[in-house]
């Protein structure tokens, strides 16, 4: 039984999430279209940006690279990552991403399953040094 209709987001209706470095928006989410298994969006790093150092206690994170050439760093091993490639995070591994290419990156990120709340699904392990935005959701009330 379905219990959610499908829905196409686009990507001007998820909210700007810089807390960690680069711009997190999360399109896909169980406020946005009702997930139940986990969420999907798409980060973009700035040239010389980060993503601050991170894990996630209760989920893989999936990562498909569309735009530009960066670095990520694994539980403190660094491995080089660019366009047409994909990349598994099991849960409790640390990860920090760096552009360091001249043009914008963007990645596909999806994680599952969730966290039992959306605050235990992720916990950082650096300091970003920006304003804390919450954890990268959807703003608005599933339709």
Known sequence: ??????R??????AAHNTK?????????????VG???GFMGLATIDPGDRIGEHYHPHSEEFVYVVAGRMEVDLDGETHSIGVDQGLLIPPFVRHRF???GDTE???VFHLGPLAPTPQEGHVDTEETG??????????GALS
């Open 1 to 6: 039984m379905n219990l959610h209709r499908p």
């Open 8 to 13: 196409i987001v686009d990507l001007e209706e």
């Open 20 to 32: 960690r470095g680069g711009d997190l928006r999360a399109l896909l989410t169980p406020t946005a």
């Open 35 to 37: 997930a139940t298994s």
């Open 98 to 100: 760096r552009n360091v």
């Open 105 to 107: 990156a963007r990645m």
């Open 130 to 139: 920006t304003v804390d935005q919450g954890p990268p959701e959807r703003t």
